[in-house]
């Protein structure tokens, strides 16, 4: 199946600073890619889709100003996680769309 | 009621036997159906996808859909442990990539 590669795989960072993850779809281009988050033993929750070449539409209750997400080409996505708080400590994953919708690794947040 | 409802289990299967997950949906224009496979601590990896009624076979794994009555399932035949996991069904709408998760059932394979 098609790959989407994310990295890092984990970060630490400090209270009030901020952590970028990057989304990669490495063998096909991707107009679209998703970014999720996942709390421990829930289900993962859609933050928003990222648009090549346009702004990403957030889903209800999420803040784009404090999730930015910039998809500045057809193979790359970024999620950043500004002025970061422990209770932004998650697992973020994305995804994208080749013949069916691939999964990244999954990038683990933890922010103390 | 969830647009996408599975059992959240735990399931739990002796090893070689068929393990049967079963997922609803609310939304009668849905297109395509996925079932993923998310180990703990990873992020899912897609097992099976299926647009159109009926069964879908790949090696041990098999999909089935029924339009009409809004369902999907997952059989996985001959159950081995490493197929311990949880399994999210998914669902993605007419000209909309979004997908719409499932909570998850959590299969244990007992050997």
């Known amino acids: 199946g098609a790959v989407v590669s994310q990295h890092p795989s984990r970060v630490i960072c400090k209270s009030g600073t901020s952590v970028k993850i990057e989304c990669r779809s490495l063998?096909?281009?991707?107009?679209?890619m998703f970014w999720y988050r996942q709390f421990p033993k829930q289900s993962l929750m859609l933050m928003a889709t990222?648009?090549?070449?346009?702004?990403?539409?957030?889903e209800q209750g999420v803040e784009k100003d404090k999730f930015l997400i910039n998809h500045a080409s057809l193979t790359l996505s970024t999620l950043t996680v500004t002025s970061a708080h422990p209770e932004d400590s998650s697992f973020y994953i994305c995804?994208?769309?080749?013949?069916?919708?691939?999964f990244g690794e999954g990038s683990w947040l933890t922010v103390v | 009621q969830k647009e996408v409802e599975q059992n959240s289990g735990p399931l739990s299967v002796p090893e070689g036997a068929i393990a049967s997950l079963n997922c609803t949906y609310s939304?009668?224009?849905?297109?395509?159906f996925f079932w993923y496979r998310q180990y703990s601590g990873k992020s899912p990896e897609l097992i099976m996808s299926?647009?159109?009624?009926g069964d879908k076979e790949d090696g041990r794994f098999t999909a089935q859909l029924n339009k009409a009555s809004q369902y999907v399932s997952l059989l996985i035949r001959d159950s081995q442990p490493s197929d311990s996991a949880t399994y999210l069904c998914a669902v993605n709408g007419f000209g909309n990539e979004k997908l719409t998760f499932g909570t998850g059932t959590r299969l244990t394979i007992i050997p």
């Open positions: 299926i647009y159109s009624n």
């Open positions: 063998d096909f281009q991707a107009t679209t």
């Open positions: 939304d009668r224009v849905s297109q395509s």
């Open positions: 990222s648009n090549e070449g346009s702004k990403a539409t957030y």
């Open positions: 995804s994208a769309r080749d013949t069916a919708i691939y």
